[in-house]
Each structure stands twice: as C-alpha cells, then as structure tokens.
C-alpha cells in the first residue's frame, strides 16, 4: 500500500505543481494584458491629440494660402499699374489699395 500512496502523493504534488502554474501564466497575462490595455489608451489619447493639432494646423495652411492668393493679387495690381504708367511715360501716383 506504501507504494500506491506514495504515487498518488507525487501525482497529487504534480498535479498542484500543474495548476499553480496555470495560475502563475494566468496572472502574467493578466498583467500583460493590463499594461496592453494602458499603453492602448494612452497611444489612442496621443492620436486624438495629434489629429486635432493637424486639423488646426490644416486650417491654418489654409488661411496662410488664402492670404498669399490675396497678396499676390495685390502685388500683379501694383506691377500692373506701375508697368502701365511707366509705358504711357507718366510718374507712377499713388495707387489705391481697393480692388480692381
């Protein structure tokens, strides 16, 4: 009988070994999956606040744009009546800054 008893206490002990490694690989994932879990939300936090700052810095290019269209208007209204001026032999005047 000592013999049977002494397998089944070592099967006993494996089988405990068995399980409380279970429960340390369950814990490690768990873990793992935690930490997984934070670095999502805290990389999903850093795109929403990289988006917003590119939709800003879009309009913001886009403003920047409109404005040189405008100025480079302006300035072919400038070049414009200066080169007409110049070839009808007149001093430039004063040039009115409405547009043409």
């Known amino acids: 009988m000592e013999p049977l008893r002494n397998v089944a206490h070592d099967l006993t002990r494996r089988g405990q070994a068995a399980i409380d490694l279970v429960h340390q690989l369950a814990d490690t994932i768990s873990t793992t999956e935690n930490r997984s879990e934070t670095l999502l939300v805290r990389a999903m936090e850093q795109l929403k606040t990289m988006e917003e700052r590119n939709r800003a810095l879009e309009a913001r290019a ?16 400038v070049h414009d009546k200066i080169q007409h001026e110049l070839l009808l032999g007149k001093e430039p005047q004063a040039l009115s800054l409405a547009t043409a």
Do not use: D, P, T
């Open 62 to 77: 886009i403003k920047a744009e409109a404005s040189a269209c405008e100025a480079e208007k302006w300035l072919r209204r």
